[in-house]
């Protein structure tokens, strides 16, 4: 059971105040975040405009790497970061200063090639899966049982219609035997019940400014490192 920062995601300049966009912020963000308890680190890598960019993730892993020695560090792989499956894949194979993992969201396209792109440069898979048909698709791959961890992320608002879509991972996941790590979060409205959630079943969980920007008080956090003393507190 730990917990995650996911400290920016795809999230509008104008989201919160304390949003980490540049590689300087997002190690000092980072490094606070690990101060406050979080295991490991979620960031989407910005270029120098605080556009989204798989280019940037080298010089972003070096130096939050190099704030956070020893914490492991993961990336997203979304494909609308590029907008362009081969740009994708090469801009994955070039990278040089690796991350510990990356996620990748069974919902796209083009995630089995990322998967065994990542697989083959020794980078870990996060297998994100925000539907029972995700789940599916995931244990019909034969590199499944080689992934880091499941990452059952809910988009639904509403809590039973979210639950509903847990249950459903969890029974896909079960029949076939796939026996791997989870990691489960939600998102804004539910953030904070799937913390919670993800205690019960001593699931990991991960919270940020990626997912929401309150508490679970309902008031806004000052920043990603009070929503992780907020959710480490909670995982107890």
Same mark, same amino acid.
């Given at each position: 059971?730990?917990? !995650? ?15 980490p ?16 308890? #979080? ?30 020695p ?6 997203s ?7 362009? !499956? ?7 194979a ?18 089995? #090639?990322?998967?065994?792109?990542? !697989? ?45 879509v847990? $249950? ?14 989870i ?16 205690? !019960? ?6 919270v940020?400014?990626? $997912? ?10 000052? $920043? ?5 003393t ?7």
């Amino acid at each position: 059971m730990i917990v !995650q920062a996911c400290i920016n995601g795809a999230r509008p300049f104008d989201y919160h105040p304390a949003l980490p966009l540049t590689v300087e912020a997002m190690a000092r963000d980072s490094a606070a975040c690990v101060a406050a308890g #979080a295991a490991e680190i979620h960031l989407h890598a910005r270029a120098a405009d605080g556009r989204e960019s798989l280019a940037a993730v080298d010089e972003t892993i070096r130096l939050v790497r190099r704030a956070c020695p020893g914490t492991l560090l993961g990336v997203s792989t979304g494909a609308w970061i590029e907008n362009d !499956q081969r740009r994708t894949r090469d801009y994955i194979a070039a990278w040089r200063v690796l991350p510990d993992y990356a996620s990748v969201n069974l919902s796209e396209p083009d995630a089995p #090639a990322i998967i065994g792109l990542l !697989q083959g440069m020794g980078v870990g898979v996060e297998a994100g899966l925000a539907s029972i048909d995700d789940a599916k698709r995931l244990v019909a791959l034969p590199e499944c049982r080689r992934v880091l961890r499941i990452l059952i992320e809910i988009e639904e608002q509403e809590i039973q219609a979210g639950e509903a879509v847990v $249950d459903g991972i969890v029974t896909v996941l079960g029949e076939a035997g796939l026996a791997r790590p989870i990691l489960l979060h939600g998102a804004d409205a539910t953030v904070w019940h799937f913390v919670e959630l993800a205690r !019960q079943h001593r699931w990991s969980t991960r919270v940020g400014l990626e $997912d929401g920007c309150r508490r679970a008080t309902g008031e806004v956090a000052r $920043d990603n490192a009070q929503l992780v003393t907020d959710a480490v507190r909670m995982m107890g």
